[in-house]
């Protein structure tokens, strides 16, 4: 009969930028993925969960180096030689949904999901190749309106998930505001005056500057040179677009290669965020006299931020700030970004604020490679791995992990005894389970409890039964004596208790209420 | 500028053997697994997420088809050439992830994991290439109080999720005691007295016995034929393990060529199953009593027999069946099968038992590739789809499903109002939204809040606002109205109320308390 050849052994370990997530790890990010679905859901958002592989031409598009559509993602061939592909974000898959059922959904659809993505980068630390997103978008709604609300939502999830009001802060801004920058900046001022256009000749201008504008390397790149600003600074992004810059690690990065004078009218413009959103709405309309597009970008904003006042989200939570970016080419309208702005310190011990866990904008492109038809859209992502570490940061999440109650086996004999005690405690609600490892070295089930941060151990031996009780032990009351042997109070308290073998539920919840 | 060349749209479907889960297709699977976590954690199992992808050399072995480790994945080469897959299972990487963080875990290990799986095989209906597995096991504990702990478990969580008793049952055999058949069947009853030898010359014979029994293709090739008793009785094994059967289609399935008295021997195995526990144990006991293995198998099963009556899990929940034969090579002790026993209707209106939903056992082995030393192990998986859609059977899951409130829009100009009203209604804990589509045709708007099932439409004119007034229309008794008009009852009812703006809320929650 034939036998498989002996191969020498597997390594034991995730493949390289992979990890895998353990206990409370799992839980935290389960409870938190849930309060946000809760709120996502009473704003009437509909789960959707998508397949996670698609076709690399679903997928190819949206990948942030368009040249090579392969290029960022995990893809394979199938048996009929397409290349199929990991999703990279939840977007692109949404587009792809929202295009196949749209006669099956309703219009507009809003819908959530959350799940893994994969990228093929390279990893590095902190840096994974899968990691959980969190989105909710609105397809199929043109006004602002749609903006608004996802801003608000952002805002309610933040503070759901015990995050306090001044602890967090979204800012908005609107790509149509920084298109009308980009043209009046790379074009030249064309000194129109367009507040006295017609609205015809608005239109007919805006279109000539919406010429060549989108999927534009040139202007990508400005882009996401001036999505550094948060990091680098005025002056930082102004080396960027003209000559370039030394990097911390003093690496040189090149500049776009802009004059000057271009360059500091980006700068005017991110700098442009005042005390109130009116003043910052009236200095944009300052810099964007000449832009059409810039002007419609302005008057959005302008809803926005009368929108979210009527529903009681004043600028202390969202407020508008023209230094918003998001580098992502497929933006369209109003962009956002939710930072937590308390400090925390850094890995040099210095203090900064914790920055960006959220970010998203209007994309009223995406369904249209498929069904042809421009498809309005606006939908947020929460960096889920951020945000979950701003909570631990907070203590909103993680803090003392309590285990099971563990059943000791003193006779191996009467694993029944014990099976049924823990069948007991189970019913009762309360977590618990017999050591089944090997129990000759009782110390060994001991330091098994210390590992599981069991609250309480109970013990009968052939003495215990035969005279009808058992042995509980507080486990965390004695670990406070050990200690800290010196506190009195403490060491008259006696942390082992003897009880009928009836009263083993009642005592154990008795004990347990008290830790807790 | 550049731009990037036109290319043909790509199709918006999922690739070949995937789909998409839309609303309350993913809220009841997370609220099922939800459930299934709860009684998983109550009995002491930690949360596991490792990652969605694996070195192929990891997962290589555990594959159904161990002479084309490729075969059945989903597989592709990273930057180093090496081959990584998607998981297949959830067991696999469990064995790699004991193995990578043993000396960090306790010892034993009980964890839980769930999520996707994804295998690369031809899809039909309702098998999808990918799906969800629920899994609990529990490394590192030799004796079988851990198999009858995970068949509780496994019965406390069908009772959890609602399945009422007396419609499920967990079958319990051994793969020792179906070995302990095949020697004794393919290797002629060697009439020794197993009862009568000492304790060393039982172990002794338990080794030869053993040799050449793992790994052994005819072998396993006899156990997948033995699994097919449920499905296809006793003549229909009785025809695979000999010259072969036609199946349903007409087309001929290859047997295995065992002679007739073989055959004989394991249907009699397959037949063992009495009354009551004792009876089947008396029985296999004179079937096996030429082997040492298959005795060692009986003793087992006796042990869990006793442990889970003493936790109060009779028969008629978990019974010792020797018909479970699970095909996978890779079990060595324990197996079991949970089913369920209420009747459905099949595709052809015919009755049958809805049948098996998890099932798993005892693999010592699986841990050993990485390490070299014997890890016991033993674990059950849940099998998500079809449970789910057992619970959908049985009314558990589903039923109607509430949309969110929709406040309509009369006057786009006053969207800040309508927003208000449904900040409102939100931070009262009530789902609502506002209609973000075209609001020109009115009668769409309810169209739409029809399609998402929206219990109450709220509206506001331009006459309500002037007034101070809202209308509020009761959507589930306005369509119990219009489907049966003659109710003289409802006719009288008004299912639409004028109420003071002020009053919204309350009057919002009156209906939906009244709908509920």
């Given at each position: 009969m034939a036998k498989v050849k002996k191969a020498p052994r597997p390594k034991a370990q995730t493949p390289k930028g992979f990890r895998d997530y353990f206990g409370h790890e799992v839980r935290e990010r389960t409870e938190m993925l849930s309060k946000i679905a809760g709120v996502y859901h009473r704003y009437g958002f509909e789960a959707l969960e998508s397949s996670a592989v698609e076709t690399v031409e679903a997928l190819g598009k949206f990948l942030p180096d368009v040249d090579r559509p392969n290029e960022g993602v995990f893809a394979w061939q199938d048996e009929d030689d397409n290349w199929m592909a990991l999703r990279y974000d939840l977007t692109a898959p949404l587009a792809r949904v929202y295009a196949e059922h749209r006669n099956d959904l309703p219009l507009p659809y809003r819908r959530f999901a959350m799940g893994p993505v994969w990228r093929n980068e390279k990893p590095g630390p902190g840096r994974y190749r899968q990691f959980y997103q969190c989105d909710a978008d609105t397809v199929g709604a043109a006004s602002v309106a749609a903006d608004a609300e996802i801003c608000a939502m952002l805002a309610d999830c933040l503070e759901e998930l015990g995050?306090?009001?001044?602890d967090y802060l979204i800012r908005v801004n609107n790509r149509k505001v920084l298109n009308g920058v980009l043209t009046s900046v790379t074009r030249g001022a064309e000194q129109n005056d367009i507040a006295s256009m017609s609205a015809e000749g608005r239109r007919a201008y805006r279109d000539f500057e919406m010429?060549?504008?989108?999927?534009?390397e040139i202007l990508d790149s400005i882009l996401r040179q001036l999505d550094k600003f948060d990091k680098v600074g005025a002056e930082g992004v102004r080396h960027l677009l003209t000559g370039g810059r030394h990097d911390a690690s003093g690496a040189f990065i090149d500049g776009v290669n802009l004059s000057d004078e271009m360059a500091d009218g980006f700068i005017a413009f991110l700098q442009a965020?005042?005390?109130?959103n009116a003043e910052t709405l009236a200095r944009l309309r300052e810099i964007l006299a000449h832009s059409a597009v810039g002007l419609e970008g302005v008057d959005e904003l302008a809803e926005i931020a009368d929108l979210l006042a009527a529903q009681g989200y004043g600028p202390d939570r969202i407020v508008i700030d023209p230094s918003v970016v998001r580098g992502l080419g497929y933006y369209t309208g109003p962009v956002f970004e939710a930072e937590l702005t308390f400090e925390i310190l850094d890995e040099k011990g210095r203090k900064r604020q914790f920055g960006s866990v959220a970010g998203g904008g209007r994309y009223d492109d995406l369904v249209k490679r498929f069904t042809g038809q421009v498809v309005p859209a606006t939908g947020v992502s929460i960096g889920v791995d951020r945000l979950l570490a701003a909570l631990r940061e907070k203590g909103r999440v993680g803090g003392s992990e309590t285990g099971p109650v563990v059943v000791t086996v003193m006779d191996r004999d009467r694993m029944a005894d014990y099976q049924a005690m823990v069948a007991e405690l189970r019913q009762a609600g309360i977590r618990a389970e017999v050591y089944l490892g090997n129990p000759k070295n009782f110390g060994n089930q001991l330091k098994y409890a210390d590992k599981r941060h069991s609250p309480v151990a109970v013990i009968e031996g052939g003495d215990e039964k035969a005279r009808g009780v058992v042995q509980i032990k507080d486990l965390i009351l004695g670990a406070k004596i050990a200690e800290n042997a010196s506190l009195e109070e403490w060491k008259e308290r006696p942390s082992q208790y003897e009880v009928a073998r009836g009263d083993l539920v009642a005592k154990v919840r008795e004990i347990l209420e008290g830790q807790a």
């Open positions: 995050i306090p009001r001044g010429q060549g504008l989108q999927n534009d965020k005042r005390e109130t």
